[in-house]
T-cell receptor
Framework: AQKVTQAQTEISVVEKEDVTLDCVYE???????LFWYKQPPSGELVFLIR??????QNEISGRYSWNFQKSTSSFNFTITASQVVDSAVYFC???????????FGPGTRLSVLP | DAGVTQSPTHLIKTRGQQVTLRCSPK?????VSWYQQALGQGPQFIFQ???????QRGNFPDRFSGHQFPNYSSELNVNALLLGDSALYLC???????????FGPGTRLTVL
């Protein structure tokens, strides 16, 4: 069975600090996809990144970066120089081959204080 | 290009009633999934529709049913509402064989 764990329930940082959101996953499939979504107060889930199980290269997109390590089943998300607009709930999700069922983690609520 | 749309935005029902939620997928998408997100939790997968058939189902009772129309839009029906059905219901669409899901803004259902 697939499972996603986000151990950090809430994180508060001061603007311009760097922050890392942790994600640990479980799956028996060798082919799977990992995602990060952002959910601002408006409620709509905003796609941030998709990574497949065969691509362990880390990725950077502006202030966002992702560290995928299969050896520890982790897919962590770092925001550099955080901004108040980054305040939201962030979800890590796992989809096994076929993409028919996304399993979401419980989410991490990030508050960036001015 | 319109994204995923859902209606209504908010809904208030009483226990025992029935509700229908609607979703129009993003243009070019043919697969629709429904999720229930209780307050403070991550979305939970309800079911997915493709080619007007339910392709996979999560751990939800038969009170939850759905439908997909030839234009790929979809409905989620919940019968005999319980207080615990109060949640944000999210619809997501994707193209068959693609994995990235696009989510709608959700319908917030309150059961009194």
């Amino acid at each position: 069975a697939q499972k996603v764990t986000q151990a950090q329930t809430e994180i508060s940082v001061v603007e311009k600090e760097d922050v890392t959101l942790d994600c640990v996953y479980e799956t028996r499939d060798t082919t799977y996809y990992l995602f990060w979504y952002k959910q601002p107060p408006s409620g709509e889930l905003v796609f941030l990144i998709r990574r497949n199980s065969f691509d362990e290269q880390n990725e950077i997109s502006g202030r966002y970066s992702w560290n995928f390590q299969k050896s520890t089943s982790s897919f962590n998300f770092t925001i550099t120089a955080s901004q108040v607009v980054d305040s939201a709930v962030y979800f890590c999700a796992l989809s096994e081959r076929g993409g028919q069922n996304f399993v979401f983690g419980p989410g991490t609520r990030l508050s960036v204080l001015p | 290009d319109a994204g995923v749309t859902q209606s209504p935005t908010h809904l208030i029902k009483t226990r025992g009633q029935q509700v229908t939620l609607r979703c129009s997928p993003k243009s070019g998408h043919d697969t629709v999934s429904w999720y229930q997100q209780a307050l403070g939790q991550g979305p939970q997968f309800i079911f997915q529709y493709y080619e007007e058939e339910e392709r996979q189902r999560g751990n939800f009772p038969d009170r939850f049913s759905g439908h997909q129309f030839p234009n790929y839009s979809s409905e989620l029906n919940v019968n005999a509402l319980l207080l615990g059905d109060s949640a944000l219901y999210l619809c997501a669409s994707t193209r068959q064989s693609y994995n990235e899901q696009f989510f709608g803004p959700g319908t917030r259902l309150t059961v009194l």
